[in-house]
């Protein structure tokens, strides 16, 4: 099982100060947040694309190259890459350098985003999100495992004997998870190629993604991929930690009240209680997280939203510390001990090149 964090690089005033930090400050603060993850024993670093205020992480990819040459183990995502919006043959290219320059460890999430007007800035039609969103990955697919490529579609000009450059790294294509919040037709694309499926999981209660992950999960075993348990799905989540949990909701409260994205609407208490939000002690972190087993089965990666709604850099690095020293250690022990030896790991790039090679081997 993989744990990380996922940053939506929001620029947000800290209502404890009046001050916002600069774009130049949060670019920094994510990758000194990258390499604490690092530190602590994360597995995961994930970063959200955005082209518009308040938001800074425009360009992932070369955020997390310079990542991946200031860390040795940590695995380099996404969260979102908007499939949408971006030309697939620049995602090919883009995620196959990363790839060479991080050795491997990389893997991306699809996805729609969540701002609309991002649609017209790219020349897109939002009417047409789910048709981009299928017919685009059907070209980066083949894009990232056919040499050449011919293509005609509706979204984009056609390709004629098409190579994209660099080819992916060992000839075995970054592993994708689709990410959606509310869409059926995201999550049967995922099972349909024997993809990721990621669910957001922060904002609804569980009851809402139970219906996601379980169709992808039904329509996993339905394309010939696996036993619907065997299906690879990661899971969101928040929290902010401190050791006394009374001390813990004092601290974020104001952060909770002002935060762009949830403030001014639910109490802390009606929210914490309604969706995967722990606001607490390491012990109670823990308690919430094991129970996402219980409502989603056994999955493979569970990120953590921990630097958003203007919290101070060194704040957010007190949590990795709490995180990585008291919450993952004992979470990876349960969720190891409860899985069926038949439920994989999360992929990897070493995964995914021993698994191309038995199948070449069987072949033969």
């Known amino acids: 099982m993989q744990f990380g964090i996922f940053t939506v690089g929001d620029v947000t005033v800290d209502p404890t100060t009046g001050r916002a930090p600069t774009e130049h400050e949060r670019i920094k603060a994510m990758v ?6 690092e530190e602590v024993g994360l597995d995961v670093f994930a970063t959200g694309e955005h082209h518009n205020p308040p938001f800074v992480p425009s360009s992932p990819t070369t955020m997390l190259a310079y990542i991946a040459a200031q860390t ?3 695995q380099l995502s996404t969260a979102t890459t908007l499939i949408t919006t ?3 043959v620049k995602i090919a290219e883009d995620f196959a350098m990363l790839q060479h320059l ?3 460890r990389v893997d991306l999430m699809l996805g729609r985003g969540n701002t609309g007007p991002v649609y017209p ?5 939002i009417r047409e999100g789910i048709p981009l969103a299928i017919e685009n990955y059907q070209l980066l697919h083949r894009l990232w495992r056919e040499d050449v490529v011919d293509w005609e579609g509706r979204f984009r000009t056609p390709l004629q004997s098409f190579t994209a450059t660099p080819r992916p790294l060992d000839g075995v294509a970054p592993f994708v998870w689709h990410g959606s919040i509310r869409s059926p037709e995201i999550a049967e694309q995922a099972a349909y190629y024997g993809d990721g499926f990621f669910a957001n999981n922060i904002f609804w209660p569980k009851e809402h993604f139970q219906r996601l992950i379980e169709l992808y999960r039904r329509r996993y075993e339905h ?3 696996g036993s619907a348990d065997q299906a690879i799905v990661g899971l969101g989540g928040q929290a902010f930690m401190r050791k006394n949990s009374q001390d813990a909701v004092r601290e974020f409260r104001p952060y909770f009240d002002n935060a762009p994205v949830y403030g001014h609407g639910p109490s802390l208490e009606d929210f914490t209680e309604q969706t995967p939000l722990t606001v607490g002690s390491p012990q109670q972190v823990i308690e919430k997280t094991m129970t996402f087993r219980e409502s ?4 493979q990666r569970q990120l953590f939203l921990m630097d958003h709604a203007g919290l101070p850099l060194k704040t957010v690095l007190e949590q990795l510390d709490l995180l990585g020293a008291e919450v993952v250690p004992v979470l990876r022990k349960e969720f ?3 899985r069926p030896a038949h439920v994989p790991d999360a992929p990897t790039h070493a995964s995914l090149v021993a698994a191309r090679d038995e199948a070449v081997a069987v072949a033969r």
Do not use: C, S, T, V
């Open 32 to 37: 000194a947040i990258a390499r604490k993850a």
């Open 72 to 74: 040795e183990r940590l």
């Open 86 to 88: 971006n030309d697939p």
């Open 102 to 104: 991080a050795d491997g």
């Open 121 to 125: 800035w790219f020349g897109k039609d």
């Open 223 to 225: 394309y010939g991929h």
């Open 296 to 299: 989603f089965g056994d999955y």
């Open 336 to 338: 190891d001990a409860l």
